[in-house]
């Protein structure tokens, strides 16, 4: 198992949120700096644990397949994203405040048995139970706004030799319906 901690201060090329260096968070009222390694005695604001990997499953050739667990600490924010591929995060405990930039995310409440679109720009909030299916070409962002931690599972299919997700550093603008 692969352990990577940032602290809170300092963005962590990330997901929710991520992998690889390519993902950033923030704290409360913070700058974004490159995230190198973290003090000991630093408050984390994610900590991911890659759970399971598998390159070139079967049935997908060129793809990477991960399991992942993300610890977001309260007051940490995700940067904007993207994920090369297609992520299925589900809420384990806690609560995300998960933001649309463009595209539209496929939500699916707890005990729901139909997904409820999300385009963007929009902002909703996921509870325990509640889960979400991001494509490639959607920017997003989450935000743990509450004192307690928050725990997400993420399945990733991306593309192999990619990160996991990759900051958006220019937001596009969405055309007109």
Do not use: K, W
Request: charged residues 15%.
């Amino acid at each position: 198992m692969r352990r990577l901690a940032v602290p809170a201060s300092f963005v962590l090329t990330l997901f929710l949120v991520t992998a690889c260096g390519d993902d950033s968070v923030s704290g409360p009222a913070s700058t974004a700096a490159p995230a190198t390694s973290a003090s000991p005695t630093t408050t984390l604001a994610v900590q991911r644990d890659i759970l399971a990997t598998d390159v070139d499953p079967p049935g997908a050739p060129g793809r990477t397949l991960t399991l992942a667990r993300y610890t977001i600490a309260p007051g940490a924010q995700l940067s904007p994203h993207v994920h090369p591929g297609v992520q299925v995060a589900f809420i384990r405990s806690g609560s995300l405040t998960y933001t649309v930039i463009s595209g539209t995310a496929s939500v699916r409440r707890a005990g729901a048995s139909d997904p409820e679109p999300v385009t963007g720009p929009s902002t909703t909030t996921l509870g325990p139970g509640d889960s979400v299916t991001e494509t490639g070409d959607m920017v997003h962002f989450g935000a743990n706004n509450t004192d307690e931690p928050l725990v997400i599972e993420a399945t990733l299919l991306t593309e192999d030799g990619r990160d996991l997700a990759v900051v958006v550093t220019t937001v596009p603008t969405p055309t007109p319906g």
